[in-house]
């Protein structure tokens, strides 16, 4: 029983073969991120490196270039420039996934990669149901694997009935965290009077899990989706996503945020305090991050570099057959309770041809559309870099803002209040834009689809220097 077995995945990608080729025509098809092979793409899942190979996965409807059932897709690396792109790693296949194999992560130890998704059921084949408190379940689901390629059998560890009474059937997007010898599995919730919140099971097996706690903030969303809760520099975090925040000024401006807390928690009392939540990028595409740590113990994060249920259903990509697209990977430090991101240090093996000037000299060197610009400040001054005619980054001695022309397709303008700004670092692909502000500490991800010729301007009150690099593409392989 399913909605996608891999037998009828199959005979549809045979059948629809040709789009693929659309595809891969599409001038817009980034050339150093992980996107689709075809259709649609959301959240990275089940994050982990076994054996010197990164496993990536990731939210996948080969079919729906706006979304439908779920799959998990599968890319491999060992050193972030080759890639291999696999047949999905999990089916829509089984009664408790049936409605997609929703997002999960992996938690490796001794050699096992323990995998944790949420299955997703939807009771009645209609949507007339009270969306909330009935007709979906939410299933906890476990499975391991060694190499990351084959996994044991589904096993359902959780339904809707071993949530605590209270929750919505919105409980999801399960996540790992070993502390002195337990396991703690952290759920994103909605519960019945749509409060947001985190639920958070312990196991000393990894197969029996117990509600320990229950974790929230007065008035801050309905629904938290992907926790993620972890140690960096002797703190704990917790990055989520939750829905329903209230724009405030320059913060909580896209449909749904994605950001972080640090997190004191007494794991003897539960006594807890959350620090003031922080957006972890001011773009208009960054959602559902997950991280995890690799085999040199750097904690390496992904995002979607897209947004879920954004009314802008007109990416250019669409008519192509594909849509969305993950961010690069970034290493996440902690310095004073503030977690910076900055691409990790494997990106920087596609650079090129490289360009040298002061901000006053600088002339374009003509790039094209795949580049690394590294621009030092002086002293913090008004600035502008526009890319394309199309983006432009301008910075007033006081907010830093990111505005769109045409090829935002119809997203104005998102900024954050900022006291001074030393450096950006910009990575522009084909149809992307990453802008690393101050050393990481904060990061503008979006899509961008221009659509004349590649150009870059600079403008700045102060001097600096400029540093390009032309990027190349990371190369992938159909395994
Ligand atoms: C976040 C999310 C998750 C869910 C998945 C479904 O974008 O809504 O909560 O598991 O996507 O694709």
Redesign the pocket.
Known sequence: MGNMTKEMYEQRMEQEKAKREIVKSDPNRLRFHLQPPVGWL??PNGLCQVDGVYHIYY?YSPFEPLGGT?LWGHYTTKDFVHFKDHEPFLYADWRYDER?V??GSAFVEDGMIHFFY?G?VKLFDRDDYDYCNNGREQNTIHMTSKDGFSHTEKELVMTNSDYPADMSTHV??PKIFKKDGAYYMVL?ARDVDSHGLLLMYRSTDLKDWTLFDRLTMPDFGYMW??PDLFELDGELFLVF?PQGLEAKGWDNRNVYQTGYCRLDYDFDTKEYAFSLFQELDRGFDY??PQSFLDEQGRRIQFG?MGM?DAPYTNAPTIERGWQHALTLPRELRAKDGHLYQTPIVEIEQLRQEKYESSIADFADPGFGKSYEMIVTFAQSAPFSITVDDEATLAYDGSVLRLMMNEGGYGRDERGIEIDAVKNIRLFKDTSSLEIFVNDGWTVFSSRVYSTGEPSVRIEAQGEGTVTMYALDSIEMENA
Do not use: F, L, M
Request: net charge negative; hydrophobic share 10%.
């Open positions: 959301n959240d939210q779920k997609g929703y997002s949420t997703n999801r997007d994103g989706e992907c996503s959602y559902a979607w879920g």
